[in-house]
């Protein structure tokens, strides 16, 4: 039997096995408020950092805006500034092109007025000798006749000796214009650059290195004799009946350093030039010679000296021992890169000094520039300028336009071939010779313009956005007969896009629609547009 204590043990260990709850369930409705205070606090930072937020990107963007805004206002500015400066600049352009005239017409005039004084005096100074007696003139006049008529024997022997000499010599040729896409028939002012001295032919005008080592402004001798005889022609109208003259510089291989000179004197020339490669030993047998003219050209080139000898008076310091800046040829358009003293080229050789055609050329551009090209014809001497039709072999023909033109081969030899086969007009223009605006360490610019190839003819498509009409090149015959006009048109395509920015210019990208029966047509333009610096790519229809 179990006693009392064995009953209060057994109550004593039920009343210890009970769970309490209440103290857990306190604990854990305390937790949950305080969960709940955190989860608000933290829903309520949540909330403001997202409206920080969202404040901060509302201001970003009102700021980008007005960044943009300003940006546009910038860009917008600089445009007119462009478009003004370019104004600005054809107007100085023509307003120098006019001065330049009326300085020519002063100038004339001038001179007439001192020709007409100088024959008045003669005038004078007649009638004072037939006032002192009829007898001594009439015995003057006997005399002078006698002398004239030994002289018309004399002159007739030369001629016949001439012309025995004649037989014997060897052939010579003449400078004569070329009947191609970029040729002229104006006519041209010779200007013979020679080793030691430049020769105004036919007229025989000789100017020294005193005549260039002084002011080199639109008075200098040079470009004095140039105007003088363009108004000579003007008065007597070779203008009329061949148009506006141009210098055409004939250069000897010798002649690199007069070259550089006579193209620092005619500066205000601007592009209006031309020039030809001839070797020393080539005879040129040029149109005779105009008395009158080789006088008029001789009286504005003393009058020239005379202003440039009071100049160097006047400041000598400025122009003392001044040297002419040369030239060389660069695989741009555009043809010159300054070189250092006249004729130096950049490895310190004195162009010309070497008598060989490869040593001169890399001092010149080969080729005919500016107005107008010529060939040179096989002919006789002496019948000077002879047309297309005359007897004779053309052994070459260049020439190059800079402005609206295309620029023209390598030289003579180098032309003929270029025509001779559909091989790269690089061989004989140079590399990149199809970009307008290209010099060294330039950055160029790519724009699309989109052709379309035809079996008869090229199409420049019209630009988007624009009142453009599309521009049609006819393909009649060959291929490379259409490349100097197709060409001209993109290059007049790139006038309107405007400069492409400092130190940089335009390199079009040719993407060309091909049609079914066009595609000889389009690999014969690959090829002789190869190296051209034009872009050419087949677009997909």
């Not at 010579?172 to 070329?178: E, W």
């Not at 205000?268 to 009158?292: C, I």
């Not at 330039?442 to 599309?470: M, N, W």
Request: proline content about 4%; aromatic content about 6%.
């Amino acid at each position: 039997m179990r006693g009392p204590s064995s009953a209060r043990r057994q109550g004593l260990r039920k009343k210890d096995a009970q769970v309490s709850l209440f103290p857990f369930l306190a604990v854990l409705i305390c937790t949950m408020g305080a969960l709940i205070v955190l989860l608000v606090v933290l829903v309520q930072q949540a909330r403001v950092h997202a409206e920080n937020v969202a404040s901060t990107l509302r201001e970003k963007a009102i700021q980008a805006t007005h960044l943009e805004e300003e940006q546009r206002l910038e860009i917008e500015t600089h445009e007119w500034r462009l478009q003004l400066l370019q104004n600005q600049r054809e107007e100085i352009a023509r307003r120098l092109a006019s001065e330049r005239l009326r300085l020519s017409h002063v100038e004339d005039h001038y001179r007439r007025l001192l020709a007409d004084l100088q024959a008045m005096r003669d005038e004078a100074a007649e009638l004072e000798r037939i006032q002192q007696g009829n007898a001594q003139n009439a015995q003057a006049a006997q005399a002078e006749l006698a002398r004239i008529q030994q002289l018309i024997v004399a002159a007739r022997e030369q001629l016949a000796a001439a012309q025995s000499q004649t037989a014997e010599e060897p052939q010579s040729f003449a400078l004569i214009p070329y009947e191609g896409p970029n040729g002229t028939r104006r006519r041209p002012i010779y200007i013979e650059c020679l080793g030691d001295r430049i020769v105004l032919q036919p007229e025989g005008v000789t100017l020294n290195d005193r005549d260039f080592q002084g002011p080199l402004g639109p008075g200098n001798p040079l470009d004095a004799a140039l105007r003088a005889a363009r108004e000579y022609l003007a008065r007597t109208g070779g203008v009329e009946r061949h148009g506006e003259p141009y210098p055409l510089m004939v250069v000897r291989s010798q002649g690199a350093r007069a070259y550089a000179a006579a193209r620092a004197a005619i500066e205000s020339w601007d592009q209006e030039f031309g020039y030809e490669l001839v070797d020393d030993d080539l005879k040129l047998s040029f149109s005779a010679p105009d008395p009158a003219l080789k006088e008029t050209m001789e009286t504005a080139i003393s009058e020239a000296r005379r202003r440039q000898e009071i100049l160097r008076a006047s400041q000598p310091n400025r122009f003392e021992g001044e040297a002419i800046a040369g030239f060389q040829a660069t695989s741009r358009h555009g043809g010159f890169r300054a070189i250092g003293d006249a004729g130096q080229t950049g490895g310190g050789k004195e162009g010309g000094s070497g008598g060989s055609r490869g040593e001169w050329e890399s001092v010149l551009p080969g080729g005919s520039d500016g107005a107008g090209g010529e060939q040179l014809a096989q002919g006789q001497e002496g019948r000077g300028e002879s047309s297309s039709g005359e007897t004779g072999s053309a052994v070459g023909a260049t020439s190059r336009q800079r402005s609206g033109g295309v620029q023209g081969g390598a030289d003579a030899v180098g032309a003929t071939q270029e025509f001779a086969s559909n091989r790269s007009f690089a061989a004989a223009r140079g590399r990149d010779w199809g970009l307008k605006d290209a010099t060294e360490g330039a950055t160029p610019y790519t724009r699309p313009i989109t052709v379309q190839c035809f079996s008869d003819r090229l199409v420049l498509a019209p630009e988007r956005g624009t009142d453009q009409q599309p521009v049609v090149i006819p393909m009649q015959g060959a291929t490379r007969t259409a490349i100097d006009p197709f060409v001209q048109a993109i290059w007049k395509r790139m006038d309107r896009w405007g400069l492409a920015g400092n130190r940089a210019y335009w390199k079009p990208v040719l993407r060309v629609e091909i049609a079914p029966d066009a595609e000889r047509r389009f690999e014969d333009l690959q090829k002789l547009l190869d190296e051209s610096g034009l872009v050419i790519e087949r677009k997909t229809r």
